[in-house]
């Protein structure tokens, strides 16, 4: 048996069936990224959990972050997208605030008569928004792909366009209340199907503990299925003979995220269990990731980003893909402006203004590139929880929205130099 030292910093053993293992520092250089946003993700609650006096990780704290940042977690899925294949969609804000105020009038604002009445359904009101949506995006990126408009440009555009039709459908006044079902999509919670779990009685001067039985046993589900898809991703490697992360580091890292993740579904379990909109998320996340890791319209979008001419040089249609992610992006929009709509149980001619800084804030710091062809779905989904925690960290601390603006703003620039500056040493 022979031991050989490659110039990363693996150390491979050349022993019959056997795949190379990297070394400890190997591993941590190689996934610097991925390791260096969950450890800031971490840091950065508990520093604002000492400065706001444990409010932070209140239950119903926690709760009110999750709620305030689903439809920036949403728009990011699609962001994440536009900037793996190098482009830049800056009328998120604006049509997602467009699109509750069409919600908004399906449902409330307009009258039909009897026979559209059909129409202020929220089911069937909601599947139009998406549908708009959609058209909205794929009507953008017709412009950017086949017209080869620069997407700055076309979306820009379109965030002053549809901000005009906000205030136009809505001629300036908030419209609510929505109806109750379509509440439900923010500000609902799903029901505990096995009743709830008492771990603490009731006693004089002891406040009962009781747990919302059904997020308790999704919580657990969710960890034994990240655990074995763990598993069996380092276990395909190895038969691969591709390059694995030495065992230690492998349990150290599952067990953190294991553990945070056991953490927030007690946390939610002891006061209302999981919101909708979280459920929605998840699936949104879960389905983003197979698309982005196991799917070749995945592996497409980021073959368009890193290389556009050798993308279209090994037949990808690039024009065909561009035109895709901006439709996704476009309905995903949507999705998060119902969300914000209903969350504030009115439409307003100001939502969604400024939302799209947020939003490509959160991809950027969860590592995207700023030239494309790089980036992740769970790297986007810490970005926006990153944004989220110093929001609302910053506001309880009573910090002016001025200097909030200001730490965002250096914040985001440092991530964005963090990945440069990776870049050269690679290079």
């Known amino acids: 048996m022979t031991t050989e030292t490659a110039p990363s910093g693996v150390t491979s053993t050349?022993?019959?069936?056997?795949?190379?293992?990297m070394s400890v520092w190997g591993a941590l250089k190689a996934n610097m990224r991925d390791y260096g946003l969950l450890a800031a993700l971490i840091l950065i609650m508990l520093f604002f959990q000492y400065f706001t006096g444990g409010v932070l990780f209140k239950p119903l704290n926690l709760t009110n972050i999750i709620l305030q940042n689903s439809y920036i977690i949403v728009m990011a899925l699609g962001m994440l997208l536009i900037i793996v294949a190098g482009h830049i969609d800056l009328s998120v804000g604006s049509v997602s605030g467009f699109i509750g105020a069409l919600a908004a009038m399906l449902m409330v604002g307009w009258k039909f008569p009897p026979e559209l009445a059909f129409l202020a359904n929220p089911f069937v009101a909601g599947a139009i928004c998406i549908?708009?949506?959609?058209?909205?995006?794929?009507?953008?990126?017709?412009?950017?792909?086949?017209?080869?408009?620069?997407?700055?440009?076309?979306?820009?555009?379109?965030?002053?366009?549809?901000?005009?039709?906000?205030?136009?459908?809505?001629?300036?006044?908030?419209?609510?209340p929505f109806p109750a079902e379509f509440q439900l999509l923010s500000a609902g919670?799903?029901?505990d199907f096995f009743g709830p779990t008492t771990l603490v009685a009731a006693a004089?001067?002891?406040?009962?503990?009781?747990?919302?039985?059904?997020?308790?046993?999704?919580?657990?589900?969710?960890?034994?299925?990240?655990?074995?898809?763990?598993?069996?991703?380092?276990?395909?490697?190895?038969?691969?003979?591709?390059?694995?992360?030495?065992?230690?580091?492998?349990?150290?890292?599952?067990?953190?995220?294991?553990?945070?993740?056991?953490?927030?579904?007690?946390?939610?379990?002891?006061?209302?269990?999981?919101?909708?909109?979280?459920?929605?998320?998840?699936?949104?996340?879960?389905?983003?990731?197979?698309?982005?890791?196991r799917m070749t319209f995945g592996r497409r979008i980021y073959a368009l980003g890193g290389n556009l001419k050798a993308a279209a040089l090994s037949g990808i249609k690039t024009e065909r893909m561009t035109f895709y992610v901006f439709a996704i992006m476009g309905a995903l929009a949507a999705l998060a402006g119902m969300i914000y709509a209903a969350r504030l149980n009115s439409a307003t001619p100001k939502a969604g203004q400024g939302l799209e800084l947020d939003v490509i804030a959160a991809v950027f710091i969860g590592g995207a590139s700023a030239l494309g062809g790089v980036?992740?779905?769970?790297?986007?989904?810490?970005?926006?929880?990153?944004?989220?925690?110093?929001?609302?960290?910053?506001?309880?601390?009573?910090?002016?929205?001025?200097?909030?603006?200001?730490?965002?703003?250096v914040v985001l620039l440092a991530a964005v130099f963090f990945d440069l500056y990776n870049k050269k040493r690679a290079g």
């Open 375 to 409: 980036g992740a779905v769970a790297g986007a989904v810490i970005g926006a929880f990153i944004m989220g925690v110093m929001n609302n960290g910053m506001s309880i601390m009573g910090i002016n929205i001025d200097l909030q603006q200001m730490i965002k703003g």
């Open 204 to 293: 004089e001067g002891v406040q009962p503990l009781v747990l919302h039985t059904t997020t308790v046993v999704i919580g657990v589900v969710t960890v034994l299925a990240m655990l074995v898809l763990a598993l069996r991703s380092r276990s395909r490697r190895k038969a691969r003979g591709y390059e694995s992360e030495p065992l230690g580091l492998f349990v150290a890292k599952n067990v953190v995220i294991a553990a945070l993740v056991l953490f927030f579904t007690y946390m939610l379990a002891s006061y209302r269990g999981l919101p909708n909109v979280l459920v929605v998320m998840a699936v949104l996340i879960a389905l983003f990731v197979f698309v982005t890791k």
């Open 131 to 176: 549908l708009v949506g959609a058209m909205i995006g794929a009507a953008q990126g017709y412009l950017i792909a086949y017209h080869q408009i620069p997407s700055f440009i076309v979306t820009l555009a379109g965030m002053l366009i549809f901000k005009g039709l906000s205030l136009a459908i809505l001629a300036g006044k908030s419209v609510g």
């Open 189 to 191: 919670f799903i029901p």
């Open 14 to 21: 050349t022993e019959q069936g056997k795949a190379p293992q």
